[in-house]
């Protein structure tokens, strides 16, 4: 089954070497191209690096025959894996802007020559170099980050032209895998340190228990947990109310989220359920965040109001101040109260 990972380029190029490595708790793949382009540009941002989307083929009933349903869990078109995932999986996107290296391109160029590498081209050759650089930039520029035959044939003709005059480069070059994995996935290698109250907070989520996993969600809100938005996502599909509640409070306290996967609870009868959802909405939907303002302090439950106003700190107040006469407004102390503080917070 198709998955996709989002990432970084510079982050990519590691993974297409040494596969995927679980640093933060979890390897994630999802089935929504764009939540991960989504993930990728959050990376991004935070790196300072271009945003990157992997196309992967993962065989799931494999993987929980091989790691077990503890390191293996799904739901809500996310998969997190808990152990080691080999670069074998990569079906898109394990091209030449993965190999951008000298010695990486040295790899390929000498394949495509059927040469071994001691009697080919050296990562240290000029032309190698010029070629890298260049292909770093174009990736970088903001252009795409598809590199075309013709335009990779221009370029060898151009920095190569003793080896590649009268070469042909196909789209079926591009895909050369420089780096054969053999197809296992692994747990992390025990020298990885690891934050033993991480794991069991992971460990509480793929528990039988529902209270546990409901506690679970709570340590990694309490840990800054990196990937807890992605946790939550998961475990929307939860057959526990308790804990799909739970998740959709905790991704309202999110520093970043896509609201696409919240968008189907909104209309939820439940209001404890429609109040989390909303309120999520309402912090993670930029341009829809009044819309949502106001359709949750407009509700008919006092709690819907409730979890609205607790976010309320997200918006804009000055530039919506009819919402926050909403709030001030409210018939429950509790939302008032909470209007009442933003609004002395921002006088001060």
């Known amino acids: ?43 991004a941002r935070r790196t300072g690096s271009t945003p990157f989307v992997l196309t992967c083929e993962i065989n799931v009933s494999e993987l929980y025959n091989r790691l077990g349903k503890s390191l293996v869990m799904r739901g809500g078109g996310v998969l997190a ?19 951008n290296s000298p010695e990486h391109l040295a790899k390929w160029v000498n394949h495509r020559l059927g040469r071994k590498s001691y009697e080919g081209i050296s990562p240290r050759h000029p032309g190698i170099d010029r070629l890298s650089r260049w292909m770093e930039n174009r990736i970088s520029s903001g252009t795409g ?8 044939s221009q370029k060898l003709q151009q920095w190569l032209p003793d080896f590649f005059q009268e070469v042909e480069i196909t789209p079926e070059d591009l895909r050369f895998e420089c780096f054969p994995e053999p197809a296992e996935f692994e747990t992390p290698p025990p020298s990885e340190p690891v ?22 969600l709570k340590r990694l809100a309490r840990l800054g947990n990196e990937d807890l938005y ?32 919240i968008l189907p609870f909104a209309g939820s009868q ?38 609205t106003a607790a976010v309320l700190p997200s918006l804009n107040v000055a530039k919506h101040r009819g919402i926050l006469e909403l709030a001030l407004y409210d018939p429950n102390p509790e939302v008032k109260r909470l209007a009442q503080k933003l609004t002395t917070n921002k006088i001060r």
């Open 270 to 307: 439940n209001k404890r359920v429609r109040g989390a959802a909303i309120a999520a909405l309402a912090k993670h939907s930029v341009e829809d965040a009044p819309r949502w303002f106001e359709r949750g302090l407009k509700d008919r439950e006092a709690c819907v109001r409730l979890e």
């Open 195 to 216: 934050n033993s109250r991480e794991e069991n907070a992971l460990d509480d989520l793929a528990a039988a228990k529902p209270k546990r996993r409901v506690r679970g």
């Open 1 to 43: 089954m198709n998955f996709y990972h989002g990432t970084t380029l510079r982050s990519a190029i590691k993974i297409a070497e040494i596969g995927f490595l679980p640093r933060k708790g979890a390897v994630w793949f999802t089935t929504s191209k764009q939540y991960a382009q989504g993930r990728a540009k959050q990376k």
């Open 145 to 152: 980050s598809t590199i075309r035959p013709d335009e990779l």
């Open 81 to 99: 894996i808990r152990g080691r995932v080999p670069p074998t999986v990569i079906r898109s996107h394990f091209t030449l802007e993965l190999l």
């Open 230 to 261: 992605d946790w939550c996502t998961l475990l929307l599909s939860d057959e526990s109310l308790d804990v799909r509640i739970a998740a959709l409070q905790a991704m309202a306290h999110c520093d970043d989220g896509d609201p696409e996967a």
